[in-house]
């Protein structure tokens, strides 16, 4: 069955006249919902701790800013954007006793819900906006996943919560691109998968492993580097255009030839994948990754460590900073200070 995809004319601003709509966080996703509803007329609040470095900058965008509980008593649908593991505690304490009767409660990731450390009561619709693009991008134009958590909804709320979810994806520009229908359970997951297995836990290793291997046989570090991680961009766009088949026709024959046959991605990768997501289907990878961040996070911290110093990372940043076009900057620089702003939110 094909997939259910909203556009333009699928969202009706008007559901959204009158009603308060408080942006929970000012990180990394915060800022452009905050800003994009504002921009199509939409009443919007920022929830921030008093102490947040985000409240002069959202200020300074002419937004208004209350704390978290007071933005939660006086809004009719509440987004939450700040990160997974920081979620639950938020709504514990300053939400959930402060919510108005009837408010909507809304994410732009299923983890909280589908894993069950957040569980608003019945009669508070639950819905999901969830572009599909890195970050720190704005949202407008991007791909969305659009999804209610209908379970145990009443079919009255169901209907409200499903005329709720395109009207907010409109107002935020997403509907430009197109809402994919999803529920909370395929969108957690799915986005897990792919950011272990692929995206994130699959390219990157890839990366640092080819170049670890051209080096430790004698080639220049700057021309492995150009070979296994600048040119990855390249690939990447064209498969965004077009998909598999357009990066690998845009591609030499050779190249092409070397793709069909290369068997280091084999069976076994396979097999390490379907593991992967098994333990996110059954909810040991959540809770793993929970539990160290309630612990402070030694493990979590320890890995950024490891692989924040791997080889490649002493050879990228000196090399992009000779391209004419970076400007002698790099963004790596700056990647400290804007994880943790993204985690102070």
């Given at each position: 069955?094909?997939?259910?995809?909203?556009?333009?004319?699928?969202?009706?601003?008007?559901?959204?006249?009158?009603?308060?709509?408080?942006?929970?966080?000012?990180?990394?996703?915060?800022?452009?919902?905050?800003?994009?509803?504002?921009?199509?007329?939409?009443?919007?609040?920022?929830?921030?701790?008093?102490?947040s470095k985000s409240v002069e900058h959202a200020k300074e965008q002419g937004l208004e800013v209350k704390s978290v509980p007071e933005a939660a008593a006086?809004?009719?649908?509440?987004?939450?954007?700040?990160?997974?593991?920081?979620?639950?505690?938020?709504?514990?304490?300053?939400?959930?006793?402060?919510?108005?009767?009837?408010?909507?409660?809304?994410?732009?990731?299923?983890?909280?819900?589908?894993?069950?450390?957040?569980?608003?009561?019945?009669?508070?619709?639950?819905?999901?906006?969830?572009?599909?693009?890195?970050?720190?991008?704005?949202?407008?134009?991007?791909?969305?996943?659009?999804?209610?958590?209908?379970?145990?909804?009443?079919?009255?709320?169901?209907?409200?919560?499903?005329?709720?979810?395109?009207?907010?994806?409109?107002?935020?520009?997403?509907?430009?691109?197109?809402?994919?229908?999803?529920?909370?359970?395929?969108?957690?997951?799915?986005?897990?998968?792919?950011?272990?297995?692929?995206?994130?836990?699959?390219?990157?290793?890839?990366?640092?492993?080819?170049?670890?291997?051209?080096?430790?046989?004698?080639?220049?570090?700057?021309?492995?580097?150009?070979?296994?991680?600048?040119?990855?961009?390249?690939?990447?766009?064209?498969?965004?255009?077009?998909?598999?088949?357009?990066?690998?026709?845009?591609?030499?024959?050779?190249?092409?030839?070397?793709?069909?046959?290369?068997t280091v991605i084999n069976e076994d990768c396979r097999k390490r994948m379907q593991y992967h997501l098994s333990r996110i289907q059954d909810g040991s990878f959540a809770k793993e990754f929970i539990d160290d961040q309630d612990a402070g996070a030694p493990k979590f911290k320890a890995l950024q460590e490891e692989?924040?110093?791997?080889?490649?990372?002493?050879?990228?940043?000196?090399?992009?900073?000779?391209?004419?076009?970076?400007?002698?900057?790099?963004?790596?620089?700056?990647?400290?200070?804007?994880?943790?702003?993204?985690?102070?939110?």
């Amino acid at each position: 069955m094909a997939a259910q995809i909203w556009y333009e004319n699928d969202g009706d601003l008007s559901v959204l006249e009158g009603k308060k709509v408080a942006i929970i966080g000012y990180g990394s996703q915060g800022h452009a919902h905050a800003l994009n509803l504002r921009d199509s007329g939409v009443d919007v609040v920022v929830g921030l701790r008093p102490t947040s470095k985000s409240v002069e900058h959202a200020k300074e965008q002419g937004l208004e800013v209350k704390s978290v509980p007071e933005a939660a008593a006086e809004a009719d649908i509440i987004m939450i954007l700040a990160p997974d593991q920081y979620q639950r505690t938020i709504w514990a304490n300053d939400i959930e006793p402060n919510i108005k009767p009837g408010a909507a409660v809304a994410f732009a990731h299923g983890f909280n819900i589908h894993y069950g450390y957040i569980k608003p009561t019945e009669d508070h619709p639950v819905f999901m906006v969830a572009p599909k693009a890195r970050a720190t991008s704005c949202v407008v134009s991007t791909p969305t996943a659009v999804a209610s958590q209908s379970s145990w909804l009443s079919n009255r709320i169901r209907a409200a919560t499903l005329g709720t979810s395109p009207s907010y994806a409109k107002a935020l520009g997403a509907l430009r691109a197109g809402a994919i229908k999803t529920t909370f359970t395929e969108e957690t997951e799915t986005d897990l998968f792919g950011e272990q297995n692929v995206l994130m836990g699959g390219v990157n290793k890839l990366v640092e492993m080819g170049f670890e291997v051209l080096t430790d046989a004698g080639y220049q570090p700057e021309i492995a580097y150009f070979e296994v991680c600048h040119e990855l961009k390249m690939l990447v766009d064209l498969m965004n255009e077009g998909g598999l088949n357009k990066a690998r026709w845009s591609c030499s024959d050779t190249a092409q030839y070397g793709d069909y046959t290369n068997t280091v991605i084999n069976e076994d990768c396979r097999k390490r994948m379907q593991y992967h997501l098994s333990r996110i289907q059954d909810g040991s990878f959540a809770k793993e990754f929970i539990d160290d961040q309630d612990a402070g996070a030694p493990k979590f911290k320890a890995l950024q460590e490891e692989y924040g110093n791997v080889r490649i990372e002493s050879v990228g940043p000196k090399l992009r900073a000779m391209f004419s076009w970076n400007n002698g900057k790099d963004d790596d620089a700056d990647m400290a200070t804007f994880t943790g702003k993204i985690a102070r939110g």
